[in-house]
């Protein structure tokens, strides 16, 4: 199957299979899952703890490596990447939002936006002006100069949003982005994330273990023991 | 706004990064300071060797170096003399002296002395022994036939006072052995307890006469304005000289000290190291703890698509910023305490070493900056410092994000 030929899928995922080893103990986190993933979509991964979540998060942003199968992202093979094609793919394709301490502490909301743009070399005045919109997307106006420690869990996650979004990225992948916050507040992330997703068409995927959280996906992907269980398009 | 975060990075734990400049601070105090130190010790130790009668070059009569016994004067030495003058560079000093093997001799005491004839005006700006070196009675005057100068220690030695006899006894230009007394008028003091010993003073003239030398002398004395100029003076010496005479630089004549000095850039060098060694350790364990701390950030960094590379430069622009810190603070405090210690007329050592003055280092030593030893440290912190760094600096940048993320 050449899954190249299909530009609107943004991630594909064909029969990926991942095992930890636990001391003596093989632990298959991924028995053979596979996945599609088109442009504008916003799709949860839900399933029990322990289900393999985070670890196909982790493969779908090339931050582990499947043992077996394969992986497309915008059009890039990961198994013909390097190590440092991955990290190239991720600063330009793949933005990341992880369930907690996802800001660097001694940067300013607008400078952890801006961090992501100048590593891709994009002029000040750009950044700037960049990180200071799409900080007024998330309803952080008046907040761009404060450090993670002055700003709520849910202000904080926010941030993270932003940024991860703040390139154009061909995906934003959120693990858990409300686990750490009161039901009300992370009720607000997902609707900023779905405003995202609805007004610039930002693909999302995240995993949660919240039925909550799985109401506003569009897509709801059920993962158990290392397969996805079923998929349901709303 | 690498440097920025750099920077803030270091102020995140104010103690820690407290605990790494100080660490730095007293390194570089100890390189710089103890070094100066170590350096003036060096410079006194030849100051000293210099000023016992050695000066930065002499001259002989051909074979005197090997024997010096009175064969070897110099038994014509006015046509070289009236030369002199115009051979040396400017502001050059010497002296010709009279110095033969005697025995000195009182009622009790008898011991091997260097007798020395000097010109009691020349000598002094070539040499320790002048008027300021006396500490009891006069220093010598152009027409004293029978005063002699002795040091402190042969004093006392010889349980003997001002104003007493001393009987000098050598070999004569006719072989014999010639005996004369002198009466003590001057007693000196000297850095070192050898020259107190060794050496007494008498006019030129009375030595020529007690010697049957005429007006031979045996060896001239040469100070010159400027320690670099020696071998170039020595090498025109040689050339306009005749060939019965010898010249020799003070490295040639005290090649023990002038060997020191030569491997003692090198001593520098591995002092500079010793104390790195000790201070690195110190650096490589605290930055790689606060690597460790970080781990989830960078892990959080490279998810970001950070590069391994680029967190090796993050890290290393973190310590280079500490030892730019450090380095300032430390020179600045070395500088301080430099200057402070030159002020206060410098340490004295014979408080701490008992028998110092046997050694040939100064009772008192003056610490002495090197430009050379001020660059060589600081490059040896900033560069090593660095190149240490790297080991932390490397560990941050293998850390995986997954590692990273599931560690804490
Ligand atoms: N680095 C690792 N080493 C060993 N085993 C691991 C590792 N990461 C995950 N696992 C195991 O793989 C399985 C899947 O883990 P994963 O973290 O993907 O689950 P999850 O669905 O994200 O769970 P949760 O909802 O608790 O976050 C689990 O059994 C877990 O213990
Ligand atoms: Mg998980």
């Known amino acids: ?234 | 706004m690498h440097t920025a975060l750099a920077w803030r990075n270091i102020w995140r734990n104010p103690r820690r990064t407290a605990v790494i400049l100080a660490a730095i601070i007293i390194g570089v105090w100890a390189m710089i300071f103890l070094g100066s130190l170590m350096r003036g010790m060096a410079g006194g130790m030849v100051k000293n060797a210099i000023d016992t009668l050695t000066g930065h070059i002499q001259i002989h009569q051909k074979g005197y170096r090997s024997d010096p016994a009175i064969e070897y004067t110099m038994t014509d030495p006015e046509p070289v003399l009236s030369d002199l003058d115009a051979i040396l560079p400017p502001g050059s000093d010497w002296a010709g002296r009279v110095r033969v093997h005697a025995m000195a001799n009182n009622a009790r005491h008898s011991a091997g002395v260097a007798f020395v004839g000097i010109d009691p005006e020349t000598e002094p700006l070539v040499s320790f022994i002048g008027p300021e070196t006396l500490i009891e009675g006069r220093y010598l005057q152009k027409d004293d036939s029978n005063a002699i100068l002795v040091g402190k220690a042969l004093l006392e030695k010889f349980e003997t006072h001002l104003g007493y006899k001393l009987v000098l006894m050598a070999q004569d230009a006719d072989r014999e052995v010639a005996s004369r007394a002198f009466r003590i008028t001057g007693v000196f003091d000297a850095e070192m307890a050898a020259a107190e010993k060794g050496f007494v003073f008498v006019n030129r003239s009375a030595a020529q006469k007690m010697l049957k030398m005429g007006r031979g002398l045996s060896e001239i004395a040469i100070v010159l304005p400027d320690r670099e100029k020696v071998p170039a003076t020595a090498e025109i010496l040689k050339q306009k000289l005749p060939d019965h005479y010898e010249v020799h630089t003070w490295q040639e004549l005290l090649s023990a000290i002038a060997g020191y000095l030569e491997i003692f850039d090198g001593f520098m060098l591995l002092w500079y190291l010793i104390i790195f060694i000790a201070m690195g350790f110190g650096i490589v364990n605290t930055i790689l703890m606060a690597v460790f701390e970080r781990m989830r950030e960078f892990g959080v960094l490279k998810a970001l698509g950070m590069r391994p590379w680029w967190i090796v430069r993050g890290v290393l622009t973190e310590s280079c910023l500490l030892l730019l810190l450090g380095m300032a603070a430390g020179n600045l405090l070395s500088l301080g305490s430099i200057f402070l210690l030159s002020h206060a007329g410098g340490i004295d050592l014979s408080a701490f070493a008992a028998g110092i003055e046997y050694s040939g280092v100064s009772r008192i030593v003056l610490p002495v900056l090197n430009r050379q030893d001020l660059v060589t440290a600081n490059l040896v912190v900033f560069f090593l410092g660095l190149l240490i760094s790297l080991y932390p600096a490397i560990k941050a940048a293998r850390f995986t994000p997954v590692q990273a993320m599931t560690h804490i």
């Open chain 1, 1 to 234: 199957m050449d899954m190249t030929d299909h530009p609107a899928k943004i991630v594909q995922v064909a029969d990926v299979v991942k095992t930890y080893q636990q001391g003596s103990v093989a632990v298959h986190a991924l028995r053979g899952v596979s996945l599609s993933v088109e442009k504008g979509e916003f799709t949860a991964l839900a399933g029990p703890s322990g289900s393999g979540k985070t670890t196909l998060l982790n493969i779908i942003g090339g931050l582990d490596k499947a043992d077996a199968g394969e992986i497309t992202v915008d059009g890039n093979r990961f198994n013909e990447m390097r190590d440092s094609d991955l990290a190239r793919l991720r600063l330009y394709k793949i933005g990341f939002v992880f369930q907690s301490y996802n800001l660097i502490p001694v940067l300013s909301a607008v400078e952890n936006v801006e961090y992501v743009m100048l590593l891709q070399g994009i002029s000040r005045k750009e950044r700037r002006d960049r990180s200071r919109a799409i900080l007024d997307d998330v309803e952080l106006s008046g907040k761009y100069d404060r450090r993670p420690h002055e700003l709520s869990g849910g202000q904080q996650q926010r941030v993270a949003v932003a940024r991860a979004i703040v390139s154009n990225p061909a995906i934003v992948l959120a693990d858990e982005p409300t686990a750490n916050l009161d039901s009300e507040t992370g009720r607000g992330l997902l609707e900023m994330m779905r405003e995202m997703n609805v007004s610039k068409s930002v693909t999302f995927i995240f995993s949660t273990h919240d039925r909550m959280v799985m109401e506003y996906a569009r897509r709801l992907v059920r993962i158990r023991d290392g397969q996805v269980a079923d998929d349901i398009l709303k």
